[in-house]
């Protein structure tokens, strides 16, 4: 018998659906999964941090393992691809809880982990930007470049929001250039900290710009969302005494929504339009 919570989800979608679920994951969750995005599901077990990173290691198609604490508990979850006979790239994500008390995965855990950490560490090399942790241009790009080529197919929405810090030069003659790198941080966090769902990203783009890619809202929607972002950022209360837009860090925004239905554009003509409107 399965003592192991498995979760069958779909890649080829952008809310990464959970199309199966094995009764010891129902034992584990209270609300059937059947149908709800995977990142919402793992954000609901353990944390938004946990969810974000089980996110990235799908849209990268990597095979990995995460330990989890889930109602006390400690789990170890294994994430693979599935690829069917003849596709060429996988459709399928299993995700499979392994409880680190049931005389397997306790072996030797504390080394298992130290090895997970060690892999995460490596790949974030190369798709981390080194001030802030988030995502680089290039890892952005490869995310962007996939969930457009999904939205297509299913005639979805995507939209991208570009914050620029203001007068942020000023800010670095002022302030010097370890105080701007904490700025950068401590802006970046809180713009994380306020996407609406697991599977939206945000990636820092050359010095002082974000780029956010929210899937499946509408103009207004967006423009709302970037400006209770626009509002987080200002009550950060970062003081920045040479600001042409007051005492405080603050950001200008632009706002690009695709409707994948009429937009003939590529992914790539589609971001840097927005990155030319706020002169990157």
């Known amino acids: 018998m399965c003592s192991e919570g498995v979760l069958i989800v779909q890649l080829d979608h952008n809310d990464w659906p959970v199309v199966l679920a094995n009764e010891v994951f129902a034992s584990m969750r209270a609300e059937d999964p059947v149908g709800s995005s995977f990142a919402d599901v793992i954000e609901g077990l353990t944390s938004r941090e946990q969810a974000l990173e089980a996110s990235e290691t799908l849209?990268?198609?990597?095979?990995?393992?995460?330990?989890?604490?889930?109602?006390?508990?400690?789990?170890?979850?294994?994430?693979?691809?599935?690829?069917?006979?003849?596709?060429?790239?996988?459709?399928?994500?299993?995700?499979?809880?392994?409880?680190?008390?049931?005389?397997?995965?306790?072996?030797?855990?504390?080394?298992?982990?130290?090895?997970?950490?060690?892999?995460?560490?490596?790949?974030?090399?190369?798709?981390?930007?080194?001030?802030?942790?988030?995502?680089?241009?290039?890892?952005?790009?490869?995310?962007?470049?996939?969930?457009?080529?999904?939205?297509?197919?299913?005639?979805?929405?995507?939209?991208?929001?570009?914050?620029?810090?203001?007068?942020?030069?000023?800010?670095?003659?002022?302030?010097?250039?370890?105080?701007?790198?904490?700025?950068?941080?401590?802006?970046?966090?809180?713009?994380?900290?306020?996407l609406r769902r697991a599977s939206d990203v945000v990636a820092r783009f050359g010095e002082s710009t974000f780029v956010c890619l929210s899937h499946g809202t509408d103009d207004q929607g967006v423009r709302e969302f970037a400006g209770q972002i626009a509002t987080t950022v200002r009550e950060l209360g970062l003081h920045h005494p040479r600001s042409s837009k007051g005492r405080w860090v603050t950001v200008s925004v632009e706002v690009a929504v695709n409707d994948s239905a009429y937009d003939e554009r590529t992914a790539d003509e589609f971001l840097d339009g927005l990155l030319g409107s706020i002169d990157l």
Request: net charge positive; proline share 1%; with cysteine.
């Open 59 to 194: 849209r990268a198609r990597h095979e990995t393992s995460l330990p989890l604490e889930i109602s006390g508990k400690e789990f170890l979850l294994t994430l693979k691809p599935l690829t069917m006979a003849g596709e060429d790239a996988a459709r399928y994500y299993a995700a499979v809880f392994r409880s680190t008390h049931d005389g397997r995965g306790a072996v030797n855990l504390e080394s298992q982990q130290a090895l997970l950490r060690a892999k995460r560490q490596v790949r974030d090399l190369t798709r981390e930007d080194s001030v802030t942790g988030l995502l680089n241009e290039t890892a952005f790009r490869e995310v962007f470049l996939h969930d457009w080529a999904v939205a297509r197919r299913e005639n979805s929405t995507l939209a991208l929001v570009a914050f620029r810090l203001d007068d942020f030069n000023a800010y670095v003659e002022v302030f010097g250039r370890h105080a701007a790198d904490s700025c950068l941080r401590r802006v970046g966090l809180s713009i994380r900290r306020s």
